[in-house]
């Protein structure tokens, strides 16, 4: 097995959006992916993407994805990046291809100065976070993540 780790670039959108997709299905949401692969491309593109993404493939076919973003933390005082999509296809699980998404993700960090390094996982998804914990992630459990779906945002960015 030959797995390689690299940046995405505007041309990969087919592939990063048939990965989200893959992703929307484990996620047992297939209907919920908007994003086309047009739009990824343009973000790709933009002067200053909304996000990064690094690509595994193993033996020169996509493996899997870690798509990510930079963050904040206010006490820490320095930036950090929160991982929106990890996703290994099912043939690649098992070989290391996760660990080496994540460990690559964390060297750009690492590189780049930046705190922290977070993501969240389905609370029924204990594969996964078996995989996580064995890395030495740790649970914030006293967190609770909100969302503000479309017509509650509308509502309130109405006053």
Excluded at 9 to 24: M, N, Q, S, Y
Excluded at 62 to 73: D, H, I, K, R, V
Excluded at 93 to 106: I, N, S
Aim: glycine letters at 6%; aromatic letters at 8%.
């Amino acid at each position: 097995m030959s797995l390689a780790i690299r940046s995405a670039t505007p041309a990969d959108a087919p592939v990063i959006h048939g990965l989200i997709r893959a992703l929307a299905e484990f996620e047992r949401e297939p209907n919920a992916v908007e994003v086309t692969p047009a739009r990824l491309r343009e973000q790709l593109a933009a002067p200053h993407p909304p996000f990064e993404c690094v690509l595994a493939e193993v033996d020169g076919e996509a493996a899997g994805m870690a798509l990510f973003f930079p963050t904040y933390s206010t006490w820490r005082g320095a930036p950090g990046l929160h991982i929106e999509d990890l996703i290994v296809l099912e043939p690649h699980r098992r070989r290391g291809v996760g660990r080496a998404l994540l460990g690559h993700v964390a060297r750009l960090a690492a590189e780049r100065g930046y705190a922290r390094l977070e993501w969240a996982v389905l609370d029924w998804n204990t594969p996964a976070i078996r995989f996580y914990e064995q890395l030495g992630a740790e649970p914030l459990a006293e967190w609770t993540t909100y969302r503000l779906p479309d017509a509650a945002r509308r509502r309130l960015a109405a006053g």
